[in-house]
Structure formats: structure tokens, C-alpha cells
């Protein structure tokens, strides 16, 4: 009773608190209307109007015959009760308000003779009274002008006569210590106040810019209360946008550009004449109606057809897209366009009675052989004619019906090859569209395509006088074609010509040009959701950059925020951007090219100017001129041949000293004005002032040591140096090449190492030495870091041949290694690993037994024992190098170790945790704790003391500042987070660090990653769809990195989706040819290349999706064999082992029912999975619980106890979806309909088989619930 109680006081208080945000919502929509007239009543007043005259006391609404009301106190009330459907029809009803200017304070205000206050007084005012009508009566602090400190008290009258207008309601207690807080609260608090009245940001943004008027930013502020109006009507007319907030908005960082049309108006009405006139049947002369759009490249023209016809779609427009492209063969376009349209309506259930109409038109059009040559033009039609093609015709049919004479000259031939081509098409179309069902055909970019297109889309226009009295002339068809205006030629605009003087069609020209700056204005507003006003600024700079064109303002506001210029503030709730960066951020070269002509206008000293700045990156500051001229009058000089150049707007300035081209393509003509010496020399003049005038190793030196490098290695690509430089020129290129490294740019840091090995010239020895092993070594590991094995083989065997010692090869042997793991070459890996710890002093056997790995890790958990995981984060560091290589490598010998003896690797791991612990700890600690918590968990199942050290080894990581590995680490704690952690809640994580492992460059860890991200992915019940996309492409991603180890895992995984999707795999695809072997076409033949290979890990991974599949298929006995197979390859605990208990357990007690010899045998295994389930529970009732539940119902199924049985199937059922796990939920559902059918009830049977179908078909698996379907 207690308890229900409770919930109920829970469930009141739930009420409670949406009934109140739904008041307050309902108060800001109502609110925001009643802001718009009061600013609106203003705008009519006498210009005379005084600011103290502008307050919430003089708007009055006057109530029917009732009297004049105020109108806050209105509001007020409505706010206080809801429910006053008096109250509520009278605000709705309120379209005018009075404003009443009192008069009490007037003369006061000029006795003095003073002029009458500025607009920003006035806009002041504004912002008080909308400040007071959101925030419910209170005038916001720094409107008072005697405020008084926040020290001094204040009077209840003092509160009570600052606050016109608020409701009675209201204590003088909370007055007072609202008031209080207000005159406490500084400037920037003002807008966490009036937000947490409910006030929407953009509001909010409103008022405070209002009050803050005098002093704000000169680009944003209100200049005039019209201005005020005109941003009331922005937000009041797409509230979606810009007055309701979304949590979802800008959090993911990226830019909603949508599908608004924006700047297209007179465009958009033009092209809807044209529809209209179609849709409506209006071509009383049978005319066909063409609309030609052009522009420029990124014009929008794509775009604007289709915006314009998806809004039509509702009206049942049909719209085929046909896009031509230099690439493709032209009339290869216009029938894939018409295939896809046939596959696309075969597929859609509800279009089959057109689809029967085009079929039976056809039909009545066409002959024998003319439907056999459609259905070779599109093969997607052969299923509509299945009669028709068993029958062979000849042509003659096609040529009687087309009315071409055969012996004809002109029908011979290519001749006849075009009309009998134009006569397909003619009756195609006349069948696609009808009086209801109108066509819309589009041939995009028709400056590709070729004179047989062009002359097909003559032909679908002209006039014939045969089909006029048909039922259909082709008339219920839009024709569009759009062009590049800029590149068209004669022959497309003698076509053109064409079209424009046939009386059978009428052209609808339209010119797509650059947004005006007021549209692309508005582009930028609903697109970052930010009232106008605030993008104007961004506007200007995004309008000049890219002249309007929408496709480059995507483009650049898209790069902004790739380049975290323009970026989401979480905090703020808004986008935010830097309007300095903005200003020197460059465009495309396809905007503005012809501005690059300009360069030969100008004079020679700017050329010059010019010259310099093209050798540089996209920007130029002072701090790059003060070391090229170091007298003041040069770099005056140089400044001003530059600032001219801004005035011709071929450069920009940002801020007062950095300089950069307007377009790349200017850059580009500067750059190519010079001979190739004159290159050469330009470059070298550059890096060798750079380097005399910066002093070396300094961070000012640092800062510039790409420009210094870049220009020297462009000089010498000229053939411009001084070979007496060249050591110390690879020497800065080795700088460059480790700094490129620290911010994981590894295709600079490989360009730098290769200029550096030119510049060395040859292995050096005596006081060069040093260098070369350190830039080989370089080379040898960025070359790994780039996937270019045969480069970086080319690097070791030079540095191996001239090492000195082996402590100098070490590093080169730690890069081959990380080359033969990754290529899945793991025998060889694992005997060169042994090698190098036995010269290192350390002798492991890699042969231990099971007992001896038991004894092992008991002994190591005795050890740590003694100590806590604090004294490991904070304790002693190990610092002998040795030692450190040692662990080094014994790290690396887990990888060949997990997949060709994973029992060994607890051996390793033991060996690396008792060296820390005596001689200190390092990042590879981190990796033995690791490895050592997953042994105690496989050998002692003892899940808590595993997550402890797997904590702290990511918490040790963290204290060593090892960015490296730190998302290492992370992946195994990522890894076992699903003993305690909702699984559905880590995939995320997983592939966040899968980004964060690609920018470190660990190419050793990422396959596990990548494989537990595919594979939680799968069995965590996450939309099939989604699972399938998300590991093709992390599929795809680890055979270009050449990662093998994943691939065998990772197209094991593939496959099994695809299999419960329903689809088969193609073998065309290149997926079996990651592998490198064209043999394996299947699932069965990928398991035989894993146990050939005697690859346990992957065979085992193999196992295991046969049995998945062999379970969701209800193929129980197969289920068992693969379980046992599953079982005997185990070695260590892995992620799948708690499924494959599952799935086991239910097929065991499914066997159960046969009733023969096993049938014992099989009790057992059921009960004991049970019995594991029944402890994982208490870690996770989230991921366990369903999976327990159903395993007991399975239970007492078994043995006859129905009743609890029923109430097991259905708690698991109720589980499984409050976790959010559909396809177990699916899963429950069957079994508990395959109880019912056994025990004889058919109807509750078929009920949960609906329901489990259901399931299914929302995880994404239909053949799960085609099987069911079948089986019902």
C-alpha cells in the first residue's frame, strides 16, 4: 500500500511538472504573438515618443464591452490558470493593443532643455518591457538607475514600485529576493535568468540585445523598433526553427542544410506555371511543356527540379531523374534512369494496380518484338512480360507498327536503329503517365550528354497525330533539361533553337544566378537557426567568398565547421563562430575564376608582391614578413604593394597583418607567371631569410618551421640549394617530420622523410650518424603509418645493414613487426618477437599448460594483492631502458599469441605485471593489467577483479600522459564495459575510439576495435540496416589500412547480417577478395581457409556465426554441432562466449523435447548455462536478465511445470523490451508460441508468432519473419 502510494505521489508530481512546462510553453507561444503588436503599436506612435514613456503599464487590450485590461496581468493570469477558457479565448482574440503614453514624467524629462533621447534609449525601453512580459513582471537589473549596492537593503515599497505590472499572486517575500538576485546578478548572468523563465534563446538573445543596445556590437544591434518587428515576425513565422528548441539541434556538429529553396521565387513560380499546366491538362493545342534550367556549376539546378517536384509528389507526380556525367555512355543514363524506375514501383506493393495499367498499355501499343527490344533496353521490365519473351518475333512487327517502311533508304540502319529507339520510348511514356498519374523527366546536365540523347528528347516532343487521339498523347508529361550555361556548344544550343521554334512545345527558360545577399542571408539564419540579424555579419564575409552560389556556400559554411571555425557550443546551446577565421579562410577555385585575369593588369611591384605570397600557404602574417624583411622600410614597402592588392580584391586582409589570396586560383596564377628558376630561387631567397633571421630552437623558430622546411624542400625540387646545406637542411626536415607526427599528420611527416633521406644522400656514419638512423627510422615507421609496406621494407634494409649495435635496430625491428601483425602474418611476427626477447635477456615459454597458466596468474594475483591500484597510478616509474624494451615486445607478442595460442598471452602478461611491480611502472604496464584481469576472468570467472585492474590500468595510462595509449587501453575497457553496462550504450564509445586509435596510428589495436564494434553491433539488437552499413564500411576502411587480422572476423560478421536480412551475398563484390583469395565465395569456405591456416581466433569467430545462424533459424541439432565446435577452439574468454552459452542453452533444452538418449545429456547442458546466467544476472540485469528469464522458461517447459513456464516466457518477453532488445524480444515471442502450439493452444500460438514477427521485422530481420510468415 506504501508503495503504491508512492508511485502515485511519483506519478503526481510527473504530472505536475509537464503541466506546468506545457503552461509555460503555452505562455511563450502567446506571449511572442502579444510581443509582435506591442512592438507593431509602437511603430505607429508620435516620433516625439519619450523612452520613460515606453512601458508594460501603457499597453492596454480592450476586452469586448468589459473595459480596457492590462496586459501583462493578463498574461499573468493566464499563465496561473490554464484551464480559463474565458481568459484563453480572450488573449487569442487580441489582434491590436493600445499603447496609452503617460505624460506624468514628460516635462521633467525636457525641462532642462534637453533633446530627446537617442533610439538606443528608446530600443532600451523595449527590451525592458519584453524583458518584464517573458519574465512574468520583473524589469531586469541594470534598468533601474539607482541601484543600489548589493550590500545595501532594500525596502518592500522600493520592490514593489519597481515592479509594474506584476501579479497579485506574487509575495513581497519573493519579490524582495527576486529582486535581490537581480541587482546582485552581473551583466553576463542576465541571460541565465531570463532563460530560466522558459524563455527560448533566440528571445532571449532578442532582449538582452535590446537592453544591451548602447555599447553592443555594432554589426548586430537594433537600430530602429522596425527592426525589432521585422525579428519577432522571423521567429513567430517559423517557430520550428527559431522559437523551439531541440535538444538533437547542431549536437552532432554538423550543418542541416535541408531542402528549402531559398532566393527562388520568380524561378520557383515559372517552373510551377509550366507543372501546373500538365497536371491540369490545359494544352488544349497538345503542346508539351519544357522547362530548360541553366547555371553555373553548384548553381543549384538539381536541386531546385527536385525540391519542386517532391512537393508535387503528393499529387501523384512520378519523377525520373536521368543525370549525365563525362564518364558514362549518354543513352546508358536514360535507360538505367527508366530501369531504376520499374525496379523501384515492382518493389512497392501499393503501385501495383498502375503498374498493372502501364503493363496493359503497353501491351496494346506495342508488338511482340517491340516489348522483347524494351525489355533488352531494360531488363527490370522482363518480369512484366514473362509470355511475350518465351516467343521469338521479328522485327517487322516493331517497323509495321512504327509506320517505317523497311526498304526505305532513310530507315536503314543507324537510321533505323534511332526511330525504332524513339518509338520505345514514345509508348514507354505514354504508358508511365496518365491523367492522374503525371511524369516528370528530367535530363540533367545536357552539356554532357550526346547528339542520341538529344535527338531522343526532340523526338519524345514532337508532334504526332496518330497518338493525339489516343488516350494518352504524352502530354501528362513534364520535360526538363538543365545545363552548365558556361559550357555548352553549338550543337546543344542548335537544339535548343529547335525546341524554341517547334509550335509542339512550349520552352520555360529559366536562369539560376548567385543569391542575392537577403536570401543567402536567410540560407545562413534557418540554417544555423539564428535570427537574421545575428548571421548578417557571417553573411557578408560567406556572400563576397562564394558571389551567392548556394552549392559554395554549403561548401565553405560546411568547411568552417570541419575546420572548427564554425562550431555547436554545447554550453551555449547555438552556433558560434570566429569572424577573424572566417575572413582568412580561402574558397574553391571554381568561385570567382575570373577575377584571375586581373594578375596581368596590375603593376609590376604588386606582381612581385604577389609572387612572394604565392610561394606561401593560404595566409601570410606579420610574423612570417618580419623575418623576410627585416628593415622596416622594405616590409612597409612590401605591405604596401599588398594592401594595394587588396584594393583590386585579388587579396584579403584579416585583422592588420595577414594577408591571403581571395581565391586559390589567383594564388595559382601568381605562382605559374614565374619561370621555373625564378620558382626555385623565390622559394630558396624565402627559407633561407627565414632561417637567418629566426633564431634556431627557439618558439618562435618552432612555430615557423613548416614554412622554413616547406620553402627549402620546394627550392630544392627546383634544383635551387646549396649542397653544403644539405645536412642541415635534412635535419630540419626530420624536425618537421617528428612534429607532423605528434599531431598525427602522417602523409606530411612521410613527405618530410623523404626529402630529408634525399637531402642526407646515403647512409652517413661519423658525426651524421645519428641523424641517419633517426630520419630511417622515421621513414621506415611513417611509411608502415601510410601503408606503404614495399617503401618502408625499402627504409629497414638500409638501416638494419648500417646499425652499429642492435639497441640501434630496435626500433627498426618494432616497425617490421607492427607490419607483419597487421598483414596477418603472425608465425612469422611471433618467432621474430621470441628472438628479439631472448637477445633482450627475457626467456619465455609461449607452451605453457593450462595448470602452469593457472599457477601463473594465481601467483601474479598474489602479488597484486600486496598492493592497491592507487599505488600503481601513483607509485614508482620505471626508468631502465632495457627493461622497457622488454616489456615493449612482450606486449607485442600478444597479438600472434591471441590468434594462434590466446591461452599464452596470460603468460605474458603475468611476466610484464611482476616486472612493474618490482622495477616501476610504464604504458606497457597498462596492457599487462589488462591482459592479467582477462586471465582471472577466463580461468576464475572473476569478473570484479578484472574490471579493477582494467580501470586501473586505463587511470595509470592517463597519469603517464601516454596519449598514445591511451585509446589502447580504452578498447579493452570499452570491450568488457558489457558485464555491467547496457550494450546498446558502448557502441558508440567503440567507434569514437576507433577515430581516436586511426589518429594515434595504432594499427595493432584497431582490428580488435573494429571487430567488437561490427559484432556488439549485431547482438545487441541494433537495426540490421544500420549494423550492415556501419561494418562494410569499417570492413572496407581495415583492408585499405591492409589489417587482416580484422577481415576474416569482420566478413564473418557481414555475412551473418546479411543472411538475416534476407539478403545473398553477391559474389561480383570484392569482399571475398580482401582476403586476397578469389576461392572463398562463402561462409563455409572462409571457416575452411581459417582452420587451413590453423588461424584459432578467426575459426573460432567462424564457429560461432554458424551457430548464431543455425539458432535464429531453428536448426537446433545444427546449433549444438557448431556449439561444441565453438567450445572445443575455446582458449580464452571472449565477448561472444556469453551468447554462445545462451544460444546452447536454449537449443539444449529445445533437443530436450525429443525425448531419445541425449535427451539427459542435454537437460545438463541447458541447466548449466542456466546456472552461469543466474550469476551474470547480479552484474547486469539490463543485459542478462531477458536472457535468464527465457532460459528458465525453456526450463520448466522441459519438465512439464506450464504454468510457470507461461509466466518465465512472458517476464522475458517484458525484459527483453524494457532493455530494448527487439530481437530477443522477437525471439521470447516464438518460443513462447512454439510452448503454446505444442500444448495445444493455436490461437495464443499465432498471437505471439505475430508479435515475434513484428519483432523481427523492426530489428531488420526478414528472413526471420519470412520464415515465420511460411511456417504460419
Known amino acids: 500500500r506504501e508503495k503504491r502510494k508512492q508511485e502515485h505521489h511519483g506519478d503526481t508530481n510527473t504530472n505536475f511538472v509537464h503541466k506546468k512546462k506545457a503552461a509555460q510553453l503555452e505562455y511563450i507561444q502567446t506571449a511572442v504573438s502579444v510581443a509582435l503588436l506591442l512592438v507593431q503599436s509602437l511603430i505607429v506612435s508620435t516620433p516625439s515618443l519619450s523612452s520613460q514613456q515606453i512601458t508594460i503599464d501603457n499597453f492596454t487590450v480592450a476586452i469586448d464591452d468589459k473595459g480596457d485590461a492590462k496586459l501583462l496581468l493578463l498574461l499573468l493570469n493566464l499563465e496561473e490558470n490554464p484551464d480559463d477558457e474565458d481568459l484563453q479565448r480572450i488573449i487569442e482574440s487580441v489582434t491590436q493593443l493600445e499603447f496609452t503614453p503617460s505624460t506624468k514624467n514628460d516635462s521633467s524629462t525636457h525641462a532642462n532643455g534637453e533633446q530627446q533621447e537617442s533610439d538606443d534609449d528608446l530600443l532600451r525601453e523595449v527590451g525592458t518591457v519584453l524583458h518584464q512580459l517573458f519574465c512574468r513582471g520583473i524589469k531586469p537589473p541594470i534598468v533601474s538607475t539607482n541601484v543600489s549596492s548589493p550590500d545595501e537593503g532594500d525596502s518592500d515599497d522600493d520592490l514593489d514600485s519597481e515592479q509594474p505590472g ?121 503542346s508539351k511543356q519544357l522547362v530548360l534550367v541553366e547555371g553555373l556549376s553548384g548553381a543549384g539546378k538539381s536541386h531546385f ?143 554532357w550528354a550526346d547528339d542520341r540523347c538529344m535527338e531522343l528528347l526532340s523526338a519524345l516532343m514532337e508532334r504526332d497525330h496518330l497518338q493525339e487521339l489516343d488516350d494518352n498523347d504524352g502530354t501528362n508529361c513534364l520535360f526538363i533539361g538543365s545545363f552548365r550555361s558556361n559550357e555548352t556548344n553549338d550543337n546543344l544550343l542548335s537544339h535548343f533553337d529547335k525546341f524554341e521554334q517547334s509550335t509542339s512545345v512550349d520552352v520555360t527558360k529559366i536562369e539560376l544566378g548567385g543569391l542575392a545577399k537577403v536570401e543567402s542571408n536567410n540560407m545562413v539564419s534557418e540554417v544555423l537557426r539564428l535570427p537574421a540579424r545575428l548571421t548578417s555579419p557571417l553573411n557578408e564575409l560567406v556572400q563576397r567568398k562564394t558571389t551567392g552560389n548556394p552549392f559554395h556556400i554549403i561548401h565553405f559554411m560546411q568547411s568552417l565547421v570541419k575546420d572548427s571555425i564554425l562550431n555547436y557550443s554545447l554550453s551555449d546551446k547555438r552556433w558560434v563562430w570566429d569572424i577573424e577565421a572566417v575572413k582568412s579562410t580561402s574558397i574553391d577555385k571554381t568561385v570567382l575564376e575570373l577575377l584571375a585575369r586581373k594578375l596581368s593588369q596590375l603593376p609590376g611591384n604588386i606582381v612581385d608582391g604577389l609572387k612572394v605570397l604565392s610561394c606561401f600557404g593560404p595566409k601570410v602574417d606579420d610574423t612570417i614578413m618580419k623575418y623576410l624583411y627585416t628593415s622596416p622600410e622594405s616590409r612597409n614597402e612590401f605591405i604596401a604593394c599588398l594592401d594595394l592588392a587588396v584594393g583590386e580584391n585579388i587579396l584579403e586582409k584579416s585583422g592588420d597583418s595577414a594577408y591571403s589570396f581571395v581565391h586559390d586560383m589567383l594564388k595559382q596564377s601568381a605562382y605559374t607567371v614565374m619561370s621555373e628558376e625564378e620558382k626555385g630561387e623565390k622559394h630558396f631567397w624565402i627559407g633561407m631569410h627565414l632561417i637567418a633571421n629566426a633564431s634556431a630552437d627557439t618558439d618562435e623558430f618552432n612555430a615557423i618551421i613548416f614554412s622554413i622546411v616547406d620553402q627549402i624542400n620546394a627550392a630544392n625540387t627546383y634544383g635551387v640549394t646549396e649542397e653544403a646545406s644539405h645536412m642541415n637542411f635534412a635535419e630540419l626536415n626530420l624536425k618537421a617530420g617528428k612534429t607532423s607526427i605528434d599531431v598525427s599528420d602522417f602523409q606530411s611527416a612521410l613527405s618530410y622523410m623523404k626529402a630529408g633521406v634525399s637531402l642526407l644522400n646515403g647512409w652517413q656514419d661519423g658525426e651524421y650518424y645519428d641523424m641517419s638512423l633517426q630520419l630511417y627510422e622515421t621513414a621506415a615507421l611513417v611509411s608502415y603509418l601510410n601503408t606503404d609496406i614495399g617503401l618502408m621494407q625499402q627504409y629497414l634494409e ?81 626508468a631502465d631502458k632495457w627493461l622497457r624494451w622488454r616489456l615493449r615486445f612482450l606486449q607485442l607478442l600478444n597479438t600472434p599469441l591471441y590468434m594462434l595460442q590466446p591461452h599464452a598471452i596470460h603468460v605474458t602478461a603475468c611476466r610484464t605485471v611482476k616486472l612493474s611491480v618490482e622495477h616501476g611502472f610504464c604504458s606497457d604496464s597498462a596492457v599487462g593489467l589488462q591482459i592479467y584481469g582477462f586471465g582471472v576472468l577466463n ?116 555475412l551473418s547480417i546479411l543472411k538475416l536480412i534476407g539478403s545473398n551475398y553477391v559474389s561480383e563484390e570484392p569482399l571475398f577478395r580482401l582476403l586476397g583469395n578469389s576461392e572463398i565465395n562463402s561462409l563455409d569456405e572462409l571457416l575452411q581457409f581459417c582452420k587451413s591456416n590453423r588461424l584459432v581466433g578467426p575459426t573460432q569467430q567462424c564457429y560461432f556465426d554458424r551457430l548464431m545462424l543455425a539458432f535464429w533459424s531453428k536448426n537446433y541439432e545444427e546449433a549444438a554441432q557448431y556449439a561444441e565446435k565453438y567450445s572445443e577452439c575455446h582458449q580464452t574468454r571472449r565477448f561472444p562466449d556469453l551468447f554462445q552459452t545462451f544460444y546452447q542453452g536454449i537449443t539444449a533444452f529445445r533437443l530436450v523435447r525429443l525425448e531419445d538418449e541425449k535427451s539427459r545429456e542435454w537437460a545438463d547442458v541447458g541447466k ?93 530481420a526478414f528472413a526471420l519473419a519470412d520464415r515465420l510468415n511460411t511456417a504460419s
Not at 553592443?216 to 519577432?232: C, D, M, Q, Y
Not at 542456466?1170 to 550469476?1175: A, C, D, P, R, V
Not at 535468464?1188 to 522458461?1193: C, F, G, T, V
Request: net charge negative.
Open 1168 to 1260: 548449466n548455462a542456466l546456472s552461469k546466467y543466474e550469476t551474470w544476472v547480479n552484474y547486469s540485469d539490463w543485459n542478462w536478465e531477458n536472457k535468464m528469464l527465457l532460459l528458465e522458461a525453456e526450463s520448466h517447459a522441459c519438465i512439464g511445470e506450464l504454468e510457470i513456464a507461461k509466466s518465465k516466457f512472458q517476464a522475458s518477453i517484458g525484459s527483453a523490451q524494457k532493455h530494448r532488445f527487439v530481437h530477443e524480444e522477437g525471439l521470447a515471442s516464438e518460443l513462447f508460441g512454439m510452448f503454446y502450439d505444442e500444448n495445444g493452444n493455436k490461437e495464443e500460438a499465432m498471437q505471439q508468432y505475430s508479435h515475434a514477427r513484428s519483432c523481427y521485422q523492426k530489428w531488420g
Open 798 to 878: 638500409i638501416l638494419f645493414e648500417n646499425a652499429k649495435c642492435f639497441e640501434d635496430r630496435l626500433h627498426g625491428y618494432l616497425v617490421m613487426i607492427q607490419s607483419l601483425l597487421s598483414n596477418g602474418k603472425h608465425v612469422e611476427a611471433m618467432k621474430k618477437i621470441l628472438f628479439i626477447l631472448q637477445e633482450l635477456g627475457e626467456s619465455i615459454s609461449i607452451n605453457a599448460t593450462p595448470k602452469e597458466v593457472y599457477i601463473e596468474l594465481m601467483s601474479t594475483k598474489a602479488l597484486l594483492d600486496t598492493i592497491s591500484p592507487a599505488d600503481v597510478i601513483n607509485g614508482k616509474r620505471m
Open 166 to 286: 506584476a501579479e497579485k499572486g506574487r509575495t513581497k517575500h519573493s519579490l524582495r529576493v527576486a529582486q535581490k538576485m537581480l541587482r546582485k546578478a552581473s551583466i553576463s548572468s542576465l541571460d541565465e535568468y531570463v532563460l530560466s523563465y522558459g524563455v527560448p534563446r533566440n528571445l532571449c538573445r532578442l532582449i538582452i540585445d535590446l537592453i544591451r543596445c548602447e555599447g553592443g556590437n555594432e554589426e548586430t544591434k537594433f537600430r530602429s523598433i522596425e527592426e525589432v518587428a521585422e525579428e519577432l515576425i522571423q521567429i513567430i513565422s517559423k517557430p520550428n526553427l527559431f522559437l523551439y528548441e531541440s535538444e538533437a539541434t547542431g549536437s552532432t556538429g554538423q550543418l542541416n542544410f535541408g531542402s528549402t529553396l531559398y532566393g527562388r521565387r520568380n524561378e520557383a513560380t515559372s517552373f510551377l506555371r509550366a507543372a501546373t499546366l500538365v497536371s491540369l491538362d490545359m494544352m488544349e493545342t497538345h
Open 939 to 1054: 580461468i576464475q570467472n572473476d569478473v570484479e577483479e578484472c574490471l579493477k585492474w582494467n580501470h586501473t590500468a586505463l587511470s595509470l595510462v592517463k597519469s603517464l600522459g601516454a596519449k598514445q595509449m591511451i585509446p589502447r587501453v580504452t578498447t579493452n575497457v570499452n570491450i568488457l564495459a558489457y558485464w555491467k553496462e547496457p550494450l546498446q550504450a558502448k557502441i558508440e564509445s567503440l567507434k569514437e575510439n576507433h577515430h581516436e586509435l586511426l589518429m594515434v596510428g595504432d594499427l595493432e589495436i584497431l582490428p580488435l576495435n573494429a571487430i567488437h564494434c561490427c559484432r556488439q553491433s549485431l547482438l545487441c539488437g541494433r537495426n540490421l540496416q544500420t549494423a550492415q552499413k556501419e561494418c562494410a564500411a569499417l570492413l572496407h576502411e581495415m583492408h585499405q589500412l591492409r589489417q587482416m587480422n580484422a577481415l576474416i572476423g569482420m566478413i564473418s560478421n557481414h
Open 305 to 447: 527540379v527536385a525540391s519542386l517536384i517532391r512537393s508535387s509528389s503528393e499529387f501523384g507526380w512520378i519523377y525520373i531523374h536521368a543525370k549525365f556525367d563525362p564518364q558514362s555512355q549518354p543513352l546508358s543514363v536514360v535507360t538505367s534512369a527508366f530501369n531504376r524506375f520499374f525496379v523501384n514501383i515492382l518493389a512497392n506493393r501499393s503501385e501495383q494496380d498502375y503498374l498493372a495499367n502501364v503493363v496493359s498499355s503497353l501491351q496494346r501499343n506495342l508488338s511482340s518484338s517491340a516489348i522483347v527490344s524494351l525489355c533488352d533496353l531494360l531488363p527490370s521490365t522482363r518480369i512484366l512480360f514473362p509470355s511475350v519473351l518465351r516467343r521469338v518475333v521479328s522485327d517487322e512487327d516493331l517497323s509495321a507498327q512504327s509506320g517505317v517502311v523497311v526498304d526505305d533508304e532513310f530507315a536503314s540502319g543507324s537510321q533505323m536503329s534511332r526511330r525504332r529507339l524513339h518509338f520505345l520510348f514514345q509508348k514507354l511514356i505514354n504508358a508511365v503517365c496518365s491523367d492522374q498519374r503525371h511524369l516528370a523527366l528530367f535530363f540533367d546536365d545536357l552539356q
